[in-house]
């Protein structure tokens, strides 16, 4: 099946500061998403992005499916960051292969 | 978000006896899903269903079953609990009518605690 690294697996930010995590994949892949587990151990949607760029307010995505690998940024990082970030992806079928996670840590 | 619940959201239990957590959801999707999630492992995906009655094994399976006899509900079982099995259990939905399976977007619900002594 598809393998998933993820880089770093840790990271202490000051807040205001920007971020990139890294998301790398062994094949080509039909779907790529981007979760945040916060502090309480939710997972939140962030991206669906199998190629391109998305935006969502301070968070943005890419994805380069040539080059099997997608970017998190986190621009102006606030506290409430703070959680662990997990990319995910699938080349064939429904099952997703999730990465190791980032562990953020954003201080005031 | 979408419309999942999980129920109980923990459990203490004793090792070799049976425990059943429900997942529900509302929104009418196709798939659902079972994951673990462990230090150091990340989430693994355990069982899914792909529709009422159908399902088939993930990546660790051993040890579980899995039931959907409606498309709202799906129910996983440790038949007789080990300590490996205590972990956090997350349930997951995906498959929107408008979209094609492989490029839909999973949404997860709030997970189950589960501690086997």
């Known amino acids: 099946g598809i393998q998933v690294e993820q880089s770093p697996p840790d990271l202490i930010l000051q807040e205001g500061a920007n971020s990139t995590l890294r998301c790398n994949f062994s094949?080509?892949?039909?779907?790529l998403q981007w979760f945040h587990q916060n502090p309480w151990g939710q997972l939140i949607n962030l991206f669906y992005?199998?190629?391109g760029t998305k935006q969502n307010g301070r968070l943005s995505a890419t994805t380069v499916a040539t080059e099997r690998y997608s970017l998190l940024y986190i621009s102006s990082s606030q506290t409430t960051d703070s959680g662990v970030y997990f990319c995910a992806s699938n080349n064939a079928g429904n099952m997703l292969t999730f990465g190791g996670g980032t562990r953020l840590m954003v201080k005031p | 978000d979408a419309g999942i619940t999980q129920s109980p959201r923990h459990k203490v239990t004793e090792t070799g006896t049976p425990v059943t957590l429900r997942c529900h959801q509302t929104?009418?999707?196709?798939?659902m899903y079972w994951y673990r999630q462990d230090p150091g492992h990340g989430l693994r995906l355990i069982h899914y269903s792909y529709g009422v009655k159908d399902t088939d094994k993930g990546e660790v399976s051993d040890g579980y079953s899995v039931s959907r006899s409606k498309t709202e509900d799906f129910l996983l079982t440790l038949e007789s609990a080990t300590s490996s099995q205590t972990s956090v259990y997350f349930c997951?939905?995906?498959?929107?009518?408008?979209?094609?399976?492989?490029?839909?977007?999973?949404?997860f619900g709030p997970g189950t605690r589960l501690t086997v002594l």
């Open positions: 992005i199998p190629s």
């Open positions: 094949d080509s892949v039909n779907n």
């Open positions: 929104e009418n999707h196709r798939y």
């Open positions: 997951a939905i995906s498959g929107r009518r408008d979209r094609a399976l492989h490029e839909d977007t999973q949404y």
